[in-house]
């Protein structure tokens, strides 16, 4: 089905990149893998029907998945930062991680869909403010240990993870903010479906993101801890699911 013949040992005797694909191929399923997922710079799409072919001819058809990723731009106060690989200029992955962090760098690669040009903002990386989308997220995420530290101090919720709201007889939870909060959390297992069915992991930090502005309307409307005990028991229980 390709265009042409593809070499996989040339005239001396010596293997091409196209044997080592295909050894490895069949390396991964003669040790029991029933599915490759593998990921390449878009300017290989020309040997996806190449490396399909071998996979068919090996017996495991339908069995290779192959993710294209577009490039990406590193960006610094508004200007590219270029790079050429023949001139020998480029910055590392680990460079950036260096750079950045892990978090910040894997959360800003995973936020766009791998067939989208990604430009990856050093300066906005960098920032510790809202308008980083992996502060913002992380910021929530301290102010529940917070809220939760705090309920612990007062006596209010007991000490461990196994504690659940449903155990104290907690009333239902019916303001609109609490209610969209409830709605974003019983998203997640549907998302996670769709990402393991089309590889589409953008979904999971645009859903942290989501979820994290509806927390932060619900902090600002309704208040955790408070006199009434079992309201009291049954935000803690939002406030802990949002956590996890």
Known sequence: GDDKDRVLVKGDGSKTYFASDAGYILNKMERGFTTLIE?????????????????????FKNQLDIILL?????????EEKRMSKRAGVY????????EVGLDVAKFFFLMRSPDSHLNFDLSLAKEQSEKNPVYYVQYAYARIC??????QEDGV????????PTKVGTPKLTY????????????????????AKDYQVQ??????????????????????????????????????????
């Open 39 to 59: 990921t390449w710079g878009a300017d290989h799409h020309g040997d996806v029907a190449r490396l399909k072919a071998i996979v068919e001819i090996l017996g």
């Open 157 to 164: 919720l007991p000490l461990g993870r196994d504690w659940s």
């Open 91 to 98: 910055v590392t992955v680990e460079e950036l991680i260096d």
């Open 176 to 195: 609109s903010s609490e209610l969209d909060l409830i709605k974003q959390l019983i998203r997640l297992p549907e998302i996670i479906e769709d990402i």
């Open 70 to 78: 577009q490039f990406v731009r590193l960006m610094e106060k508004g």
């Open 146 to 151: 917070s809220i939760l530290r705090k309920a």
């Open 203 to 244: 979904r999971l930090p645009q859903y942290a993101l989501d979820l994290v502005r509806v927390f932060h309307k619900f902090y600002e409307e309704c208040r955790v801890i408070s006199e009434d005990k079992n309201l009291t028991q049954a935000r803690l229980g939002l406030v802990r699911a949002t956590q996890i």
